[in-house]
């Protein structure tokens, strides 16, 4: 049985402002090396016991993996501009509602004692309001809630 299933392609970009109470040198660091201590179990696809992790350099991946010896490239590095920037290029398969490419951007800035974190995200392909308000919402709890609530926990 063959199936043709045609669909129109659309570029939704958007943008998240999360403040978090580190200096931006010390939020890189905590961002990209101690990225499995603060990924959410509710974003871990391989399970609650994978493991992520982040070679934030050019050609670099975002990484799941587990102990089966499954894995999950969530991203790959496209440029790092330490400890300013993160370029990462994802894809999305038809059974995540893809094909969706994501384009996301991780900015740093300081902001008086502490750091903002600029995430902007531009999809292109199968994508929809709700499907982009989905990974928008997604990224501001993963980066809003995991990543503010571990790096402002952490002893410096």
């Known amino acids: ?13 958007y943008q998240i402002e999360v ?5 931006v040198d010390q939020l890189w660091a ?3 090396e101690e ?8 974003f871990r696809v391989l399970g609650e016991g994978s493991k992520v992790s982040l070679d934030a350099q050019v050609g670099g991946m975002l990484i799941e993996s587990d102990s ?3 894995s999950l490239e969530w991203y790959r590095v496209q440029m790092a501009a330490p400890p300013k920037s993160l370029y990462l290029v994802g894809y999305l398969a038809p059974d995540w509602g ?10 740093l800035e300081a902001d008086g004692d502490g750091s903002k974190l600029v995430i902007s995200d531009a999809l292109t392909g199968n994508v929809t309001d709700k499907s982009a ?3 928008m919402e997604g990224w501001q709890m993963l980066f809003g809630e995991g990543l503010k609530k571990y790096a402002e926990a952490v002893a410096s």
Do not use: E, F, H, V
């Open 1 to 13: 049985m063959s199936k043709l299933d045609i669909s129109d392609s659309k570029i939704i970009k």
């Open 19 to 23: 403040p978090i109470g580190r200096p």
């Open 30 to 32: 905590i961002m990209t």
């Open 35 to 42: 990225i499995d201590s603060w990924w959410m179990n509710d």
């Open 68 to 70: 089966n010896g499954g």
């Open 98 to 107: 893809g094909p969706t490419t994501s384009m996301l951007k991780l900015a």
């Open 133 to 135: 308000g989905s990974a």
